[in-house]
């Protein structure tokens, strides 16, 4: 498939934006050094960011130098807080555009569920009919991936990003979550990054603010904290 065919294909399914969670800190990275970074690639370059469950299961099936990315806000849609942390890279599917044809690739699973027996074709979506026909808009397993990536993918096909409130009631949390305001608002103007950063408005009868008070304590700490 050519990286037309797979924008036409997106477009036709209402694909206007490609989202990509991560916490505050490892956003830092993202936002010091220029655009997201693959989880190999920041090991390689000797930065920082947050573990992840998934790290093994990654090396293990070799996706850990590919960028992940969602067709819809997790957030908005689940009503609950992403798992992989409370800030969201909104990118114009207009990225495409300017990636070199060959290193996209959209998984029908979620890594963490393959298995060493599968095939290239039960791992992702391999040819334009099968994408065309099966590809779903908000399908959390679907995941749009830029594969094999060493370098940042740049800030310009950015068009916002969106951070949690936890309207956090300890207030050790709260001065963590507008820490995580201050900073990515320098960063933003600093490195002339050009977008806005969005506090998030959630959907009515969204759970995460009683998820991020009522997980164990230090929570919010190590999603939102900027030097955890
Ligand atoms: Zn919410």
Partial sequence: MTNYEIKQIMKSKNVQY?????????????????????????????LVQTPQISDETDREFNVDYDIFFDSVDIHERAKKINNYG?????????VIDALP??????????????????????????NYVDLRNNYEKGNFNQHFTITNQRQPLTFDYLCKIILDDPHAIRQADQ?????????????????????????????????????YNNFREGYIYYRFGIDC
């Fill in 86 to 94: 409370p800030v969201t890279f909104v990118y114009s599917i207009d």
């Fill in 175 to 211: 001065r963590i979550f507008e820490q995580a305001v201050n900073y990515i608002n320098e960063a933003v103007i600093e490195k002339n990054i050009n977008v806005p950063l969005v506090i998030r408005k959630c959907p009515m009868g969204c759970h995460c603010s009683e998820q």
């Fill in 101 to 126: 044809e060959g290193c996209i690739k959209i998984t029908k699973t979620n890594p963490m569920y393959w298995n060493q027996n599968m095939t290239e074709e039960e791992k992702y979506f391999t």
């Fill in 18 to 46: 490609l989202y990509h969670a991560n916490t505050v800190k490892t956003s830092t990275t993202f936002l010091e050094n220029g655009g997201l970074i693959s989880r190999g690639a920041v090991n390689d370059l000797g």
